[in-house]
């Protein structure tokens, strides 16, 4: 089974300041990651996922994460955020082997950018 | 290309009714997925369906069921609702090729589920 952790609930950030949001898994098997957006009323976009190779992996939007196997985290960041960055992250994972989709989720983190 | 469509958006429901949402993948797709939203469990999974055959399934009781079509349409059941199936329930496609667990899935908007 797998478990995702997300480290902050809600995190206010100011307009062109730097956010990291942490994420942290535990599985018995490896497993494949990804960082989801969800903007108000809207459904999950994919920001970014790591498959294999470049532990740093980056996405859309200027965000990027870096995966740490020894310490099983996954972080997202951005350099410089903007309002339209205001919304929910989730973390989740997929086990490699698995035959098909079947996502664990973090709790989610809600980013709110201040002006 | 049109992205994930789901109706309804929005659905209100009483104690015992059972309900039925729809799924339509993108062109193309041949598994979806779904998932429950709610502030207390956050996101969970529920079944993936891959050319008619449920495929993965997560833990969810027997009240909740779904099915594909040849189209890769997809419905969701869920019978004899109680108060906490209140949920955003959201439907997911990809293209579910030979590295099915590294496909992106695409997220429709979701249905809004108010059980009274």
């Known amino acids: 089974a797998q478990s995702v952790t997300q480290l902050d609930s809600q995190v206010p950030v100011f307009e062109e300041a730097p956010v990291e949001l942490r994420c942290n898994y535990s599985s018995s098997v490896s497993v494949y990651l990804f960082w989801y957006v969800q903007y108000p009323n809207q459904g999950l976009q994919l920001l970014l996922k790591y498959l294999s190779g470049s532990t740093l992996v980056k996405g859309i939007n200027g965000f990027e994460a870096e995966f740490n196997k020894s310490q099983t985290s996954f972080h997202l960041r951005k350099p410089s955020v903007h309002i339209s960055d205001t919304a929910e992250y989730f973390c989740?994972?997929?086990?490699?082997?698995?035959?098909?989709?079947?996502?664990?989720f973090g709790g989610g983190t809600r980013v709110l950018v201040k002006p | 290309k049109a992205g994930v469509t789901q109706t309804p958006r929005y659905l209100i429901k009483t104690r015992g009714q059972q309900v039925t949402l729809s799924c339509s993948p993108i062109s193309g797709h041949r598994s979806v997925s779904w998932y429950q939203q709610t502030p207390g469990q956050g996101l969970q999974f529920l079944f993936e369906y891959f050319s008619e055959t449920q495929r993965n399934k997560g833990n969810f009781p027997g009240r909740f069921s779904g099915r594909q079509f040849s189209n890769s349409r997809s419905e969701m059941n869920v019978s004899t609702l109680e108060l906490g199936d209140s949920a955003l329930y959201l439907c997911?496609?990809?293209?579910?090729?030979?590295?099915?667990?590294?496909?992106?899935?695409?997220f429709g908007p979701g249905t809004r589920l108010t059980v009274l």
């Open positions: 997911a496609s990809s293209l579910a090729g030979s590295g099915g667990a590294s496909d992106t899935q695409y």
């Open positions: 989740a994972v997929s086990p490699i082997k698995a035959a098909g989709n079947k996502l664990t």
